[in-house]
Protein backbone atom coordinates (compact mmCIF):
# COMPACT_ATOMS: atom_id res chain seq x y z
CA UNK A 1 0.00 0.00 0.00
CA UNK A 2 2.83 2.66 0.57
CA UNK A 3 3.57 2.26 -3.04
CA UNK A 4 0.39 4.91 -3.85
CA UNK A 5 1.69 7.38 -1.71
CA UNK A 6 5.33 7.39 -2.81
CA UNK A 7 7.10 10.86 -3.44
CA UNK A 8 4.19 12.06 -1.78
CA UNK A 9 3.94 14.46 1.71
CA UNK A 10 2.35 11.67 4.22
CA UNK A 11 1.07 11.61 7.59
CA UNK A 12 -0.88 9.34 9.57
CA UNK A 13 -4.38 10.89 10.97
CA UNK A 14 -5.15 11.77 14.27
CA UNK A 15 -8.73 12.36 14.77
CA UNK A 16 -8.91 15.74 16.92
CA UNK A 17 -8.66 14.76 20.53
CA UNK A 18 -6.20 11.93 19.90
CA UNK A 19 -2.43 12.43 19.99
CA UNK A 20 0.62 10.15 20.37
CA UNK A 21 0.78 9.25 23.55
CA UNK A 22 4.16 9.61 25.47
CA UNK A 23 6.11 7.03 27.02
CA UNK A 24 5.79 7.62 30.39
CA UNK A 25 2.00 6.95 30.31
CA UNK A 26 1.64 4.16 32.06
CA UNK A 27 0.61 1.28 29.22
CA UNK A 28 -0.32 3.52 26.52
CA UNK A 29 2.33 4.35 24.78
CA UNK A 30 2.61 0.95 23.43
CA UNK A 31 -1.12 1.47 21.81
CA UNK A 32 -0.17 4.45 20.09
CA UNK A 33 2.83 2.65 18.54
CA UNK A 34 0.59 0.00 17.26
CA UNK A 35 -1.83 2.52 15.75
CA UNK A 36 0.91 4.30 14.03
CA UNK A 37 2.98 1.18 12.64
CA UNK A 38 0.35 -1.75 12.40
CA UNK A 39 -0.33 -2.83 9.23
CA UNK A 40 -4.08 -2.16 9.16
CA UNK A 41 -6.97 -4.14 7.83
CA UNK A 42 -7.36 -1.41 5.41
CA UNK A 43 -5.87 1.82 4.42
CA UNK A 44 -7.73 5.52 3.43
CA UNK A 45 -5.36 8.11 1.57
CA UNK A 46 -7.01 11.54 1.54
CA UNK A 47 -5.00 13.44 -1.30
CA UNK A 48 -5.83 17.35 -0.22
CA UNK A 49 -3.85 18.39 -3.34
CA UNK A 50 -6.68 17.29 -5.41
CA UNK A 51 -9.20 18.61 -3.38
CA UNK A 52 -7.67 22.07 -3.61
CA UNK A 53 -7.81 21.55 -7.36
CA UNK A 54 -11.23 20.37 -7.36
CA UNK A 55 -12.00 24.02 -5.09
CA UNK A 56 -9.70 25.94 -7.80
CA UNK A 57 -11.80 24.03 -10.81
CA UNK A 58 -15.38 24.98 -9.20
CA UNK A 59 -14.34 28.28 -8.53
CA UNK A 60 -13.33 29.08 -11.83
CA UNK A 61 -16.97 27.52 -13.42
CA UNK A 62 -18.72 30.09 -10.64
CA UNK A 63 -17.36 32.63 -12.55
CA UNK A 64 -17.03 35.31 -9.75
CA UNK A 65 -19.62 34.07 -7.34
CA UNK A 66 -18.03 32.62 -4.25
CA UNK A 67 -17.20 29.44 -2.89
CA UNK A 68 -18.59 28.05 0.14
CA UNK A 69 -17.47 24.77 0.78
CA UNK A 70 -19.46 22.30 2.50
CA UNK A 71 -17.68 19.83 4.97
CA UNK A 72 -20.93 18.37 7.18
CA UNK A 73 -20.63 14.74 8.16
CA UNK A 74 -16.80 14.57 8.41
CA UNK A 75 -16.64 16.08 5.05
CA UNK A 76 -18.51 13.58 3.46
CA UNK A 77 -15.94 11.02 4.94
CA UNK A 78 -12.77 12.64 3.70
CA UNK A 79 -12.03 14.47 7.07
CA UNK A 80 -13.93 17.96 8.64
CA UNK A 81 -10.92 19.69 9.30
CA UNK A 82 -8.62 18.99 6.55
CA UNK A 83 -11.12 19.35 4.23
CA UNK A 84 -11.56 22.82 5.54
CA UNK A 85 -8.50 24.12 6.03
CA UNK A 86 -7.60 22.71 2.47
CA UNK A 87 -11.00 24.30 0.85
CA UNK A 88 -10.27 27.64 2.78
CA UNK A 89 -6.11 27.89 1.46
CA UNK A 90 -7.54 27.34 -2.11
CA UNK A 91 -9.84 30.28 -1.92
CA UNK A 92 -13.20 29.04 -0.27
CA UNK A 93 -14.72 31.87 1.03
CA UNK A 94 -17.31 29.69 3.73
CA UNK A 95 -17.67 26.81 5.16
CA UNK A 96 -21.04 24.95 6.08
CA UNK A 97 -22.22 21.94 8.23
CA UNK A 98 -25.70 21.16 9.06
CA UNK A 99 -24.55 20.56 13.36
CA UNK A 100 -23.68 23.09 16.09
CA UNK A 101 -21.20 19.85 16.70
CA UNK A 102 -19.83 20.50 13.35
CA UNK A 103 -19.22 23.61 13.62
CA UNK A 104 -17.50 24.47 17.06
CA UNK A 105 -14.83 21.55 16.47
CA UNK A 106 -14.09 23.83 12.65
CA UNK A 107 -14.17 26.68 15.09
CA UNK A 108 -11.59 25.31 17.34
CA UNK A 109 -9.23 24.67 14.04
CA UNK A 110 -10.33 28.31 12.31
CA UNK A 111 -10.84 31.06 14.61
CA UNK A 112 -11.69 33.83 11.85
CA UNK A 113 -12.99 31.34 9.40
CA UNK A 114 -16.84 32.24 8.47
CA UNK A 115 -18.92 29.40 9.21
CA UNK A 116 -22.61 28.38 8.38
CA UNK A 117 -24.57 26.08 10.32
CA UNK A 118 -27.36 24.81 7.36
CA UNK A 119 -30.01 23.02 9.69
CA UNK A 120 -32.18 25.24 11.95
CA UNK A 121 -30.66 25.01 15.62
CA UNK A 122 -32.78 24.70 19.71
CA UNK A 123 -32.72 27.70 21.19
CA UNK A 124 -29.99 26.93 23.71
CA UNK A 125 -27.57 25.93 20.39
CA UNK A 126 -28.33 29.68 19.16
CA UNK A 127 -26.75 30.97 22.24
CA UNK A 128 -23.78 28.70 21.87
CA UNK A 129 -23.54 29.68 18.11
CA UNK A 130 -23.62 32.83 18.97
CA UNK A 131 -20.65 32.90 21.26
CA UNK A 132 -18.88 31.07 18.63
CA UNK A 133 -19.13 33.54 16.05
CA UNK A 134 -21.22 31.21 13.69
CA UNK A 135 -23.71 32.12 11.38
CA UNK A 136 -27.21 30.34 11.52
CA UNK A 137 -29.83 29.04 8.95
CA UNK A 138 -33.55 30.31 10.29
CA UNK A 139 -36.75 28.55 8.43
CA UNK A 140 -39.51 30.52 10.12
CA UNK A 141 -40.54 33.92 11.06
CA UNK A 142 -38.71 33.83 13.99
CA UNK A 143 -35.54 35.47 13.82
CA UNK A 144 -32.86 35.63 16.77
CA UNK A 145 -30.67 38.41 17.81
CA UNK A 146 -27.44 38.84 18.12
CA UNK A 147 -26.60 36.20 15.68
CA UNK A 148 -25.93 36.30 11.75
CA UNK A 149 -28.73 35.10 9.84
CA UNK A 150 -29.49 33.38 7.03
CA UNK A 151 -33.27 33.19 6.13
CA UNK A 152 -33.74 29.58 4.20
CA UNK A 153 -36.95 29.74 1.24
CA UNK A 154 -38.49 26.66 0.54
CA UNK A 155 -38.86 26.48 -3.47
CA UNK A 156 -39.64 23.18 -4.33
CA UNK A 157 -37.40 21.06 -2.38
CA UNK A 158 -40.58 20.59 0.12
CA UNK A 159 -37.76 20.15 2.97
CA UNK A 160 -37.21 23.08 5.34
CA UNK A 161 -37.82 27.05 4.62
CA UNK A 162 -40.58 30.00 4.28
CA UNK A 163 -42.43 29.38 0.80
CA UNK A 164 -42.83 33.53 1.13
CA UNK A 165 -40.76 36.40 2.88
CA UNK A 166 -43.82 38.53 4.46
CA UNK A 167 -42.03 41.55 5.71
CA UNK A 168 -38.64 42.90 5.17
CA UNK A 169 -35.66 40.98 6.77
CA UNK A 170 -34.24 42.02 9.86
CA UNK A 171 -31.24 43.61 10.01
CA UNK A 172 -28.96 40.97 11.35
CA UNK A 173 -30.25 38.80 8.13
CA UNK A 174 -27.65 38.20 5.99
CA UNK A 175 -28.32 35.66 3.16
CA UNK A 176 -31.36 34.51 1.96
CA UNK A 177 -30.73 30.71 0.57
CA UNK A 178 -32.77 27.70 -0.64
CA UNK A 179 -32.03 24.07 -1.95
CA UNK A 180 -32.51 22.72 -5.37
CA UNK A 181 -34.08 19.24 -5.83
CA UNK A 182 -33.29 18.26 -8.96
CA UNK A 183 -30.20 20.20 -10.13
CA UNK A 184 -28.64 16.32 -11.18
CA UNK A 185 -31.40 15.21 -12.97
CA UNK A 186 -34.03 17.40 -13.74
CA UNK A 187 -33.30 21.23 -15.14
CA UNK A 188 -36.39 22.47 -16.30
CA UNK A 189 -37.53 21.84 -12.66
CA UNK A 190 -34.30 23.14 -10.75
CA UNK A 191 -34.52 26.16 -13.43
CA UNK A 192 -38.21 27.16 -12.34
CA UNK A 193 -36.99 26.71 -8.39
CA UNK A 194 -33.88 29.36 -9.73
CA UNK A 195 -36.72 31.53 -10.85
CA UNK A 196 -38.71 31.01 -7.71
CA UNK A 197 -35.80 32.29 -5.87
CA UNK A 198 -35.28 34.90 -7.51
CA UNK A 199 -38.44 36.59 -7.80
CA UNK A 200 -39.24 36.05 -4.02
CA UNK A 201 -35.27 37.76 -3.34
CA UNK A 202 -34.65 40.15 -5.90
CA UNK A 203 -36.33 42.98 -3.50
CA UNK A 204 -33.70 42.13 -0.93
CA UNK A 205 -30.59 41.66 -3.33
CA UNK A 206 -27.83 43.66 -1.18
CA UNK A 207 -28.22 40.28 0.85
CA UNK A 208 -26.24 37.45 0.12
CA UNK A 209 -28.46 34.77 -1.92
CA UNK A 210 -27.30 31.16 -2.76
CA UNK A 211 -29.06 28.64 -4.09
CA UNK A 212 -27.11 26.53 -6.20
CA UNK A 213 -25.02 23.00 -5.29
CA UNK A 214 -22.16 21.06 -7.07
CA UNK A 215 -24.61 20.07 -10.12
CA UNK A 216 -25.79 23.79 -10.26
CA UNK A 217 -22.33 25.03 -10.54
CA UNK A 218 -21.67 22.33 -13.21
CA UNK A 219 -25.04 22.99 -15.14
CA UNK A 220 -26.91 25.61 -14.38
CA UNK A 221 -25.09 29.40 -14.62
CA UNK A 222 -27.99 31.28 -13.77
CA UNK A 223 -28.38 29.61 -10.33
CA UNK A 224 -25.07 30.87 -9.18
CA UNK A 225 -25.73 33.98 -7.16
CA UNK A 226 -23.79 35.64 -5.18
CA UNK A 227 -22.29 32.23 -3.40
CA UNK A 228 -22.70 28.41 -4.08
CA UNK A 229 -22.77 25.59 -1.25
CA UNK A 230 -20.28 22.77 -3.12
CA UNK A 231 -20.10 19.46 -1.18
CA UNK A 232 -19.69 16.42 -3.34
CA UNK A 233 -17.98 17.84 -5.98
CA UNK A 234 -15.22 19.08 -3.87
CA UNK A 235 -14.48 15.61 -2.92
CA UNK A 236 -13.65 14.66 -6.65
CA UNK A 237 -17.13 12.54 -6.84
CA UNK A 238 -19.64 12.98 -9.98
CA UNK A 239 -22.67 14.56 -8.44
CA UNK A 240 -24.46 12.66 -11.56
CA UNK A 241 -23.12 9.43 -10.41
CA UNK A 242 -21.02 9.62 -13.83
CA UNK A 243 -17.30 9.61 -14.17
CA UNK A 244 -15.81 12.26 -12.67
CA UNK A 245 -13.12 13.24 -15.01
CA UNK A 246 -16.46 13.98 -17.24
CA UNK A 247 -16.97 17.57 -15.45
CA UNK A 248 -12.65 18.00 -14.82
CA UNK A 249 -13.13 16.62 -11.16
CA UNK A 250 -10.34 14.47 -9.23
CA UNK A 251 -11.52 11.73 -6.33
CA UNK A 252 -9.35 12.63 -3.48
CA UNK A 253 -10.31 9.07 -1.62
CA UNK A 254 -8.19 5.85 -2.05
CA UNK A 255 -9.45 2.81 -0.28
CA UNK A 256 -6.74 0.00 -0.08
CA UNK A 257 -6.44 -3.10 1.89
CA UNK A 258 -4.89 -6.69 1.31
CA UNK A 259 -5.64 -10.48 0.71
CA UNK A 260 -5.41 -12.02 4.27
CA UNK A 261 -5.69 -15.37 2.67
CA UNK A 262 -6.26 -17.18 -0.29
CA UNK A 263 -7.81 -21.05 -0.60
CA UNK A 264 -9.11 -22.94 -3.40
CA UNK A 265 -13.00 -23.99 -3.10
CA UNK A 266 -13.47 -27.70 -4.64
CA UNK A 267 -16.82 -28.46 -6.85
CA UNK A 268 -19.85 -27.86 -4.11
CA UNK A 269 -17.89 -26.02 -1.70
CA UNK A 270 -19.40 -22.40 -0.54
CA UNK A 271 -17.90 -19.62 1.03
CA UNK A 272 -19.97 -16.65 3.22
CA UNK A 273 -23.34 -16.39 5.15
CA UNK A 274 -26.00 -18.25 3.30
CA UNK A 275 -23.81 -20.12 0.40
CA UNK A 276 -24.81 -17.72 -1.79
CA UNK A 277 -21.86 -18.68 -3.95
CA UNK A 278 -21.00 -22.18 -4.30
CA UNK A 279 -17.76 -23.12 -6.53
CA UNK A 280 -18.79 -25.56 -9.49
CA UNK A 281 -15.17 -26.36 -10.10
CA UNK A 282 -11.86 -25.74 -8.82
CA UNK A 283 -11.80 -21.98 -7.53
CA UNK A 284 -9.18 -19.71 -6.20
CA UNK A 285 -10.53 -17.34 -3.62
CA UNK A 286 -9.31 -14.24 -1.77
CA UNK A 287 -10.46 -13.35 1.41
CA UNK A 288 -10.01 -9.06 2.01
CA UNK A 289 -10.12 -8.07 6.00
CA UNK A 290 -13.13 -5.45 4.98
CA UNK A 291 -16.63 -5.80 5.76
CA UNK A 292 -20.14 -3.94 6.15
CA UNK A 293 -18.70 -2.71 9.40
CA UNK A 294 -16.14 -0.67 7.52
CA UNK A 295 -18.37 0.44 4.94
CA UNK A 296 -17.76 -1.93 2.52
CA UNK A 297 -21.90 -2.80 2.25
CA UNK A 298 -23.68 -5.75 1.75
CA UNK A 299 -25.52 -4.69 -1.11
CA UNK A 300 -22.04 -4.32 -2.93
CA UNK A 301 -22.03 -8.20 -3.63
CA UNK A 302 -21.37 -8.26 -7.36
CA UNK A 303 -19.05 -5.17 -7.20
CA UNK A 304 -15.25 -5.47 -8.08
CA UNK A 305 -12.09 -4.50 -6.51
CA UNK A 306 -8.78 -4.28 -8.09
CA UNK A 307 -6.09 -6.75 -7.92
CA UNK A 308 -2.50 -6.88 -9.35
CA UNK A 309 -3.69 -4.78 -11.64
CA UNK A 310 -7.00 -6.99 -12.59
CA UNK A 311 -10.74 -6.07 -11.40
CA UNK A 312 -11.68 -9.15 -9.92
CA UNK A 313 -15.39 -10.03 -8.44
CA UNK A 314 -16.95 -9.75 -4.92
CA UNK A 315 -18.66 -12.97 -4.32
CA UNK A 316 -20.94 -14.27 -1.88
CA UNK A 317 -22.23 -12.38 1.23
CA UNK A 318 -20.40 -9.32 2.65
CA UNK A 319 -19.86 -10.54 6.16
CA UNK A 320 -19.25 -7.33 8.96
CA UNK A 321 -15.16 -7.92 8.58
CA UNK A 322 -14.17 -9.59 5.24
CA UNK A 323 -15.61 -9.96 1.64
CA UNK A 324 -14.43 -12.80 -0.49
CA UNK A 325 -13.39 -12.26 -4.17
CA UNK A 326 -13.25 -14.81 -6.99
CA UNK A 327 -9.35 -15.10 -8.20
CA UNK A 328 -8.46 -16.43 -11.54
CA UNK A 329 -5.11 -18.11 -10.05
CA UNK A 330 -3.17 -18.39 -6.83
CA UNK A 331 -2.11 -15.44 -5.33
CA UNK A 332 0.26 -14.08 -2.42
CA UNK A 333 -0.98 -13.39 1.00
CA UNK A 334 -0.96 -9.76 1.42
CA UNK A 335 -1.56 -9.12 -2.24
CA UNK A 336 -2.75 -5.31 -2.51
CA UNK A 337 -6.67 -4.79 -3.04
CA UNK A 338 -7.39 -1.75 -4.00
CA UNK A 339 -11.41 -1.07 -2.92
CA UNK A 340 -11.27 2.59 -4.70
CA UNK A 341 -8.41 3.97 -6.47
CA UNK A 342 -6.63 3.39 -9.59
CA UNK A 343 -10.14 4.29 -11.72
CA UNK A 344 -11.66 1.82 -9.67
CA UNK A 345 -14.60 4.89 -8.61
CA UNK A 346 -16.62 5.10 -5.76
CA UNK A 347 -19.55 5.58 -8.38
CA UNK A 348 -18.66 2.01 -9.71
CA UNK A 349 -19.80 0.54 -5.86
CA UNK A 350 -22.63 3.12 -5.85
CA UNK A 351 -24.40 1.40 -9.13
CA UNK A 352 -24.19 -2.14 -7.96
CA UNK A 353 -25.86 -0.83 -4.48
CA UNK A 354 -28.32 1.38 -6.76
CA UNK A 355 -27.65 4.02 -3.78
CA UNK A 356 -25.38 7.45 -4.48
CA UNK A 357 -21.13 8.16 -3.74
CA UNK A 358 -22.33 10.54 -1.27
CA UNK A 359 -23.86 7.49 0.78
CA UNK A 360 -21.14 4.67 0.07
CA UNK A 361 -18.05 7.66 1.00
CA UNK A 362 -19.75 8.56 4.44
CA UNK A 363 -20.09 5.06 5.80
CA UNK A 364 -16.55 4.10 5.00
CA UNK A 365 -15.40 3.88 8.80
CA UNK A 366 -12.28 5.51 9.32
CA UNK A 367 -12.36 4.56 13.10
CA UNK A 368 -8.00 4.07 14.28
CA UNK A 369 -8.97 0.94 15.39
CA UNK A 370 -10.30 -0.63 12.22
CA UNK A 371 -8.63 1.64 9.47
CA UNK A 372 -5.54 3.81 9.26
CA UNK A 373 -6.09 7.18 7.47
CA UNK A 374 -3.27 8.86 5.77
CA UNK A 375 -3.60 12.65 4.42
CA UNK A 376 -0.97 13.23 1.18
CA UNK A 377 -1.04 16.32 -0.44
CA UNK A 378 0.33 15.51 -4.14
Known amino acids: MES ?51 VKH ?71 AREAGLEITVVDADIPEGVRVHLKLDTGMGRFGLSEILSPPGRNVVGL ?88 LQPGESTGYGRRFVATEPTWIGLVPVGYADGFRRDMTGSEVLIAGERRSVIGTVSMDSIAVLLERELLVDTPVVIVGDGLLVEDHARVSDTINYEITCGICSDRRRARRVIVDA
Open 4 to 54: ATAGRKRRVFLRPGERNVPPDESGASAAASFYDEAMHRSQLTIDLGALRRN
Open 58 to 128: LITALDGSDLWAVVKADAYGHGAVDAAGTALSAGARTLCVVTLAEALELRAEYPTARILVMSPLLPAEIAR
Open 177 to 264: MSHLATADCDLEFARAQVERFREITEPYAELTRHIANSAAVLRLSESHFDAARCGIALYGLSPFGADPDDDGLEPVLRWESRLAQVKQ
